[in-house]
């Protein structure tokens, strides 16, 4: 009887029992996962993979405040300038959904719900291409190793790995669609 009621208590805590309804079943998971108006918060390896895939901007932004030499930290991120304004490009598509993560709340309580199916594939396939532009970098380098270069190629696998397996983040996207009021 013990086991089952630790059973119970561990598949509770992963969320596999559901609370139901009439109107809809949601899924259970920890408290800590719920915002003010009962959704499911983003975790914080979703902002933290949007600011990685940002790093163009956030790198043009110390570089611009560093007052001896900005270039200097352009050129060791980026050694060739179209690799900076490739970045920049693929940076653009996670500052428009960071910025939609912002505005969560409200777009969640209109009609531009349905904008939030679009955070996972352009995601993934905004991280496919980062990991496939800096896999050309380091073929067009010879394979020569640089430390920027190695985390950025490890970070990508991290992610996506992330991305393609994360249950809560799935749960997260499948709450959102749902209408709350």
């Not at 900005?70 to 959904?97: C, E, N, T």
């Not at 970098?137 to 190695?150: D, I, V």
């Amino acid at each position: 009887m013990l086991s089952f009621c630790c059973w119970a208590i561990w598949q509770n805590s992963v969320g596999i029992f559901r609370l139901s309804s009439a109107k809809f079943t949601r899924p259970i998971v920890p408290l800590r996962h719920y915002d003010e108006e009962g959704r499911i918060k983003p975790p914080w390896p979703v902002f933290a993979s949007l600011l990685f895939l940002m790093r163009g901007y956030l790198i043009f932004i110390a570089s611009a405040s560093y007052l001896a030499d900005g270039s200097l930290l352009l050129k060791v991120f980026y050694p060739d300038r179209a690799y900076f304004y490739a970045s920049l490009f693929l940076g653009l598509p996670a500052l428009v959904l960071l910025a939609l993560l912002m505005w969560r709340q409200k777009l969640l309580d209109s009609a531009w719900r349905g904008v939030f199916r679009l955070l996972w594939p352009v995601t993934v396939i905004t991280l496919l291409a980062d990991l496939s532009f800096h896999v050309h970098m380091a073929w067009q380098s010879q394979w020569l190793f640089s430390w920027p270069l190695a985390l950025t190629l490890v970070l990508d696998g991290l992610l996506l790995s992330y991305w393609s397996r994360s249950r809560l983040l799935s749960l997260m996207l499948a709450d959102w669609q749902r209408r709350i009021h």
